[in-house]
C-alpha cells in the first residue's frame, strides 16, 4: 500500500529475519515477551553499521564518545604496530551521523512550510490542483 510507513516494514522485516523469530506464537503473552526482548536486544545489544558500528543506545545516551576513544586507541597500536596493511592511511573510528531526520524542513523554507511542519516539494501544486 502506498501510505504504509517504510520504517516500520523494514523493522517488521528485521524482526522476521532474525533466527529465533517464532514460527507462530503461542499466545498474546508470547508475542509480547519475544517482542520486548527483540526490542531490548536490539537497542542495548546489536551494533548498527548504520550508526558507525555502535548500538542505538550508546547513540542516544552519548556513550558512543567513549568507545570512540577506545576503538581508537585500538585502532592506532594496530597501525603502529603494522604500518604495512594499512595502505591508505591511519584509520579512523567510524562516527554516527550527527543529526538524523526524516523529511527534514530545509532552511530556505518559507514560515508557512516551518510552521505546518510539512516537508512536501509538490505540496502546493497538489493543493491547488485539488481545489
Known sequence: VS???PFSESQFKT???QPDYPRRF????HANRWCQDYVTWY???HYHSQL???TPEHVFTGRYTEEAVTRQAGLDAACAAHPERFAKGAPKVAMPAKEVSINPVPEDADSEVIEKGVNFPTLSSVTRNAI
Open 43 to 45: 537497542n542495548t545489544c
Open 26 to 29: 503461542e499466545d498474546y503473552g
Open 3 to 5: 501510505n504504509d510507513n
Open 15 to 17: 524482526l522476521k529475519y
Open 52 to 54: 558507525g558500528g555502535f
